[in-house]
Nanobody, 125 residues
Framework: QVQLIESGGGLVQAGGSLRLSCAASGRTFSNYGMGWFRQAPGKEREFVAGINWNGGNTDYADSVKGRFTISRDNAKNTVYLQMNSLKPEDTAVYYC??????????????????WGQGTQVTVSS
């Protein structure tokens, strides 16, 4: 089992920044790739960003590319999502998730094994 706890969400004005953190415990963190997803009211959960086990490979949704950065610190068992130039359409509950899938970084949430409880991000216009 891997337990994931997100933090860092909140209310921010458009154009502002937030950094989300996801602390992992349980099994060896470096055995897993990590991803961030988000879900807005009435919408499906969507992939935001992913990172492989050692941070050497990342992937981003087109909607956040150039504005968001995913990173990880295996010594601290933590993955981060730095969000800059936030837009009202970024408003959602953000979830971190862990995957053991070995063929690239999955964008399909069904391929993720463990999930956090989510943290709310609200961007006001």
């Amino acid at each position: 089992q891997v337990q994931l706890i997100e933090s860092g969400g909140g209310l921010v004005q458009a154009g502002g920044s937030l950094r989300l953190s996801c602390a992992a415990s349980g099994r060896t963190f470096s055995n897993y790739g990590m991803g961030w997803f988000r879900q807005a009211p009435g919408k499906e959960r969507e992939f935001v960003a992913g990172i492989n086990w050692n941070g050497g490979n990342t992937d981003y949704a087109d909607s956040v590319k150039g504005r968001f950065t995913i990173s990880r610190d295996n010594a601290k068992n933590t993955v981060y999502l730095q969000m800059n130039s936030l837009k009202p359409e970024d408003t959602a509950v953000y979830y971190c998730a862990a995957y053991s899938f070995r063929l690239g970084i999955p964008r399909d949430f069904n391929l993720y094994d463990y999930w956090g409880q989510g943290t709310q991000v609200t961007v006001s216009s």
